[in-house]
């Protein structure tokens, strides 16, 4: 079993003592073979990871709130890990311009609004993994205004991980849905950012080829369209951010983008299409 043998050879006056010194090898032995009747802690365990892309959000500290109480409260009910543990190991960090503050709990951040120059928040245990030989976990949740670092992070060591893994997915998940908007329509995979940016150069030429041609009916009406896509993609990401982080500079934002809004409806109803039918109605 073990591989090697050991030779012992001993002397003594009489046998008693010969068998008193022998029999210190025979507790060893058995110590040995004791330990290794018991497997070491975690040995077995499936190991199962997942990454989300998260969906784009309005975020405030109330999503966050809700958030880090399913990981402290209901998390350790999943895998009978004590919640003491998870809340020792439990962080939440914002990254602004001025650099990265850190808390045991968004409870700790007194403000109801975020700085103007958020730019990310951190919460979960981080890279840090927490319960006990039967059930690991570690679960960090991502929010950035770039869509590419809004993820969420969830890895267990379980006998049954994967449903662990997939029932804190939903948990989570549940407590986004009140917060998602449509600002994912302005921050598209970027394949597709690839892709408009590569169609949008030769519309430049054939713009400015309209113009010095004197075709400038045409020109108006592709020139339209081109400045709309323009403005939704400059103006619109801008004011739209992938996560929207509960700001003044935010609030202004928004009200901005919803004048241009209305602005450009307003035009295009009252200026373009309300004109064309009356030309073609009245001849004037």
Not at 25 to 37: I, K, L, N, W
């Amino acid at each position: 079993m073990y591989g090697k043998e050991t030779v012992v050879t001993c002397s003594a006056p009489t046998r008693a003592k010969i068998e008193a010194v022998f029999s210190v090898f025979e507790d060893a032995v058995g110590t040995s073979r004791q330990r290794d009747s018991n497997p070491e802690p975690g040995v077995g365990l499936q190991s199962f990871t997942l990454q989300r892309l998260l969906p784009s959000l309005d975020v405030d500290k109330a999503l966050i709130q809700r958030i880090e109480q399913f990981i402290l409260l209901e998390v350790p009910g999943l895998g009978a890990i004590p919640p003491e543990k998870m809340k020792n190991a439990y962080t939440v960090k914002m990254k602004e311009a001025s650099g990265e503050e850190e808390f045991a709990s968004i409870k700790e951040y007194s403000a109801d609004l975020f700085p103007d120059s958020i730019s990310q928040v951190v919460f979960g245990t981080g890279f840090r993994t927490v319960g006990t030989d039967k059930v690991k976990v570690r679960i960090s949740v991502c929010m950035d205004k770039e869509r590419s670092f809004s993820e969420l992070t969830i890895s267990c060591d379980a006998e049954n991980a994967r449903e662990i893994s997939h029932a804190l997915l939903e948990g989570i998940t549940k407590e986004f849905r009140p917060n998602i908007n449509m600002h994912s329509w302005f921050h598209p995979k970027p394949l597709w950012d690839a892709a408009l940016f590569a169609l949008a150069i030769p519309g430049v030429m054939v713009l400015a080829l309209l113009v010095s041609t004197q075709y400038y009916d045409l020109a108006y009406a592709a020139g339209i369209p081109y400045l709309l896509c323009f403005i939704w993609f400059t103006v619109g990401r801008k004011a739209n951010p992938y996560t929207a982080f509960n700001t003044r500079a935010q609030a202004r934002w928004s009200a901005i983008w919803r004048f241009l809004i209305y602005g450009m409806g307003t035009f295009l109803l009252f200026g373009t299409i309300l004109v064309y039918f009356r030309q073609k109605l009245f001849g004037f």
